[in-house]
């Protein structure tokens, strides 16, 4: 008899990034001391190698595996919403990540920044500080669009 169960398993979402990296338990160290995430699965290979991770971050999982053979790195861009993006920002810092951008209100309501690990993938922290209509978010997006076209001129 076959059982049921739920198409997405408990603690995840529709969507969960997957990383390819080099160097998986590296990666979990830097998250949890960056992000504090929660290892919920990890699955070493022959020889110790972390083969498979999934860590917890806030109510978000992400999963990972250790790049070999034909199947090579594959760095990503991940938005992670937190309580504090400077907060976050810092911590990812004194984790071992370079900036890519000190956080910053930006036009659609977020203040976010932007960090790089030691695998090439970005993480941008954001804060919701602001409720916007689509009208509004336009506007100030057109608003920006013009300045970022004078700067260039």
């Given amino acids: ?8 398993p408990k603690g995840y979402h529709t969507v969960t990034p997957y990383l390819l990296i080099k160097g998986v ?3 979990l160290k830097f998250l ?8 919920v699965d990890r699955m070493e290979g022959p020889g110790g190698a972390v083969m498979h991770a999934s860590v917890k971050i ?4 992400v999963m990972m595996g ?3 053979g034909q199947w090579k790195p ?3 861009m991940i938005y992670l919403y937190v309580k504090d993006a400077d907060a976050a920002y810092k911590s990812a810092l004194r984790a071992g990540a370079v900036s890519v951008m000190k956080p910053a209100d930006q036009f659609w309501g ?8 030691f695998c090439g993938n970005q993480w941008w922290m954001s804060t919701h500080i602001e409720d916007l209509s689509k009208a509004e978010t336009r506007r100030r997006g057109e608003e920006y669009m013009k300045k970022m076209k004078a700067a260039q001129s």
Wanted: aromatic share 2%; charged share 40%; hydrophobic share 40%.
């Fill in 32 to 39: 949890a001391k960056a992000f504090d995430a929660k290892v």
């Fill in 1 to 8: 008899m076959k059982r049921k169960v739920k198409p997405v």
């Fill in 66 to 68: 250790e790049a070999h």
């Fill in 110 to 117: 977020d203040r976010h920044g932007g960090v790089q690990d």
């Fill in 58 to 61: 806030g109510d978000s999982m």
């Fill in 74 to 76: 594959i760095p990503a």
């Fill in 25 to 27: 338990d590296k990666l």
